[in-house]
């Protein structure tokens, strides 16, 4: 079940990362283009969060059954975990940084809704999009990707 869900996590998020590009990228060019909100943009914004919020589901079942999450902070130690720069970023950087992308995800789509003009619409999806695209391109185990 491990090496299962490991693997639907990792191609999950080339997903995640490809609709949360498209979802900033619409945002800032509807923003900076003075566009009209229209249905698409509503509907991409929407499929940027449920994505995410799907990987971040997969991702806490994944941190409490890896050896690398919650197990290696039990069978090592807090300060073991923090002084080895691999196993940090497993078990405390990743999922710490990640759940804020999905926060900051949520909270730019609820605040969107909130909006009447398009502009600030816009505006609101493009800056909350980009600070979660940063931080999820921040703490990728690119390693892992690449190996």
Same mark, same amino acid.
């Given at each position: 079940?491990?090496? &299962?869900?490991?693997?639907?996590?990792?191609? =999950?998020?080339?997903?995640?990362?490809?609709?949360?590009?498209?979802? &900033?990228?619409? #945002?800032?060019?509807?923003? *900076?283009?003075?566009? %009209?909100?229209?249905?698409?943009? *509503?509907?991409? @914004?929407?499929?940027?969060?449920?994505?995410?919020?799907?990987?971040?589901?997969?991702?806490?079942?994944?941190? *409490?059954? @890896?050896?690398?999450?919650?197990?290696?902070?039990?069978?090592?130690?807090?300060?073991?975990?923090?002084?080895?720069?691999?196993?940090?970023?497993? #078990?405390? %950087?990743?999922?710490?940084?990640m759940i804020?992308a999905v926060?900051?995800?949520?909270?730019?789509? @609820?605040?969107?809704?909130?909006? %009447?003009? #398009?502009?600030?619409?816009?505006? &609101?999806? #493009?800056?909350?999009?980009t600070i979660?695209?940063?931080?999820?391109?921040?703490?990728?185990? =690119?390693?892992? =990707?690449?190996?």
């Amino acid at each position: 079940m491990y090496t &299962t869900l490991q693997f639907i996590h990792s191609y =999950w998020a080339y997903l995640v990362l490809f609709i949360v590009l498209i979802a &900033t990228l619409n #945002a800032l060019a509807g923003f *900076f283009g003075n566009k %009209e909100f229209k249905h698409k943009d *509503f509907r991409l @914004s929407l499929f940027a969060l449920i994505v995410t919020h799907i990987q971040l589901l997969l991702g806490l079942i994944l941190y *409490f059954i @890896s050896p690398l999450g919650l197990k290696s902070i039990s069978n090592n130690g807090m300060g073991t975990v923090m002084k080895d720069s691999l196993l940090r970023l497993f #078990a405390v %950087e990743h999922i710490t940084v990640m759940i804020l992308a999905v926060i900051l995800i949520t909270l730019g789509y @609820s605040k969107h809704k909130k909006k %009447e003009m #398009a502009k600030a619409k816009f505006k &609101t999806l #493009a800056v909350f999009y980009t600070i979660a695209l940063v931080f999820m391109l921040s703490r990728i185990p =690119w390693q892992q =990707w690449f190996a």
